[in-house]
């Protein structure tokens, strides 16, 4: 089946820039995702890249995609204390006739003062 | 008033008794998913509906049961509670040409 993979947990300190990084198995993909959670609340869509891009820029993140690799990242410029969150990657799978979101399990950022 | 609204916001039963989560949204989308968070499991899918007519199984559907009451209403019933069903349960929603799902803020069922 599709899969999405991210590592847990990531620790940067204030200030400094994070990087978060996801692969996914599904090259059909149409759209790529980056959700926050923060503790407590439901998702909150960040942003996200249409699969032909390679590049987004939205204030302080850029999300990168490697199509051939199937790799997506989320850069995080001076990262602020409130950026500590669950960032989840999800793919829009558009396998068979509709489509469907499928998530990572969560990347941990802790941001350190 | 949210986009998304999941009633209750947390709930503990026992092992064994049914219960139902609900979920409505404004949004006026088509699209409406049952989903459930684990610590280091993420989100799993239960169950999706594209449509009223419309219902799917996800990856993770045994145990549960959904109904698609309206366009707006979608709900979510374990029809005899056990504890490893105790998790976060999230809702959302998504048009059908939309790029965004939107989700509500969660319910935490404890089954003990």
């Known amino acids: 089946g599709e899969d999405v993979e991210q590592s847990l947990f990531l620790s940067v300190r204030e200030g400094d820039s994070s990087v978060i990084n996801c692969t996914y198995t599904d090259s059909s993909s149409t759209y790529l995702y980056w959700y926050k959670q923060e503790p407590g609340a439901g998702l909150q869509l960040l942003t996200y890249?249409?699969?032909?891009?390679d590049m987004k820029q939205d204030q302080r993140l850029t999300v990168l995609l490697n199509k051939k690799d199937k790799h997506l990242s989320l850069r995080i410029a001076d990262t602020q204390t409130g950026d500590s969150a669950i960032y989840f990657c999800?793919?829009?799978?558009?396998?068979?006739?509709?489509?469907?979101?499928?998530f990572g399990k969560g990347t941990k950022l802790s941001v350190k003062p | 008033d949210a986009d998304v609204t999941q009633t209750p916001r947390n709930r503990i039963t026992k092992t064994g008794k049914r219960i139902m989560l609900e979920c409505s949204q404004t949004?006026?989308?088509?699209?409406m998913y049952w989903y459930r968070q684990d610590p280091g499991l993420g989100l799993r899918l239960i169950y999706y509906?594209?449509?009223?007519?419309?219902?799917n199984k996800g990856e993770i559907s045994d145990g549960y049961s959904v109904s698609r009451q309206a366009q707006a209403k979608f709900s979510l019933s374990l029809e005899s509670a056990i504890p490893n069903q105790t998790a976060l349960y999230f809702c959302?929603?998504?048009?059908?040409?939309?790029?965004?799902?939107?989700f509500g803020q969660g319910t935490r069922l404890t089954v003990v």
């Open positions: 509906s594209f449509d009223v007519k419309d219902i």
């Open positions: 949004k006026g989308h088509d699209r």
């Open positions: 890249i249409f699969s032909n891009m």
């Open positions: 999800a793919e829009r799978y558009d396998g068979g006739s509709q489509g469907n979101l499928i």
């Open positions: 959302a929603t998504s048009g059908a040409g939309n790029t965004e799902a939107f």
